[in-house]
């Protein structure tokens, strides 16, 4: 079970702290039924600064590979993680620039003395996963069966039905 970490978020970029870790499948809590159990230990590292505009910032990076189920075939396929986001610290809501002006797009967290860091790095993995991953058509296990896959949807089915209701 990985270790809690709570930061007084400005504090640990005021004093340029930094934190390295792993975090495992099973200590996921949000994104544990959407990865397999070969989702390897994740590393993970969060820094803090104040860059030289005054900013207080947090880098967070996030290296391994997490194991996604198949779409198509439901064998886990792997995917290489390779999450570098950085952070700029916010008193609250009213400091964060209206969109149009923050043409850098930058992210921005509300300062916290009780910051749950697991909560980001999982917020990260959750960003970085993809949105019905599939293997490519060579390397998957339903290669054979495709062309039954492509057999008449059931709305199409249906729309023939209200047709003939009518
Ligand atoms: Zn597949």
């Not at 499948?25 to 990865?35: E, G, I, N, V, Y």
Request: hydrophobic share 40%; charged share 30%.
């Amino acid at each position: 079970m990985t270790a809690q970490h709570i930061i007084n978020s400005l504090e640990f970029a005021r004093k340029s702290l930094e934190i390295r870790d792993t975090i495992a499948h099973s200590d996921l809590q949000r994104a544990k039924d959407l990865l397999t159990p070969e989702t390897e230990s994740l590393n993970w590292r969060l820094s803090g600064e104040v860059s030289a505009d005054k900013k207080a910032r947090l880098h967070l990076t996030l290296t391994g590979n997490a194991a996604v189920p198949c779409q198509r075939c439901l064998e886990p396929m792997l995917i290489a993680l390779n999450i570098s986001s950085e952070f700029i610290l916010v008193k609250d809501e009213s400091e964060v620039p209206p969109e149009e002006d923050d043409v850098e797009d930058h992210d921005y967290i509300v300062a916290d003395a009780e910051m749950d860091v697991l909560q980001l790095v999982e917020d990260e993995i959750l960003l970085a996963l993809p949105y019905a991953p599939k293997h490519e058509i060579n390397d998957c296990a339903v290669k054979a069966e495709v062309n039954e896959l492509k057999a008449p949807n059931p709305f199409a089915a249906l729309r023939d039905f209200k047709v003939v209701k009518s």
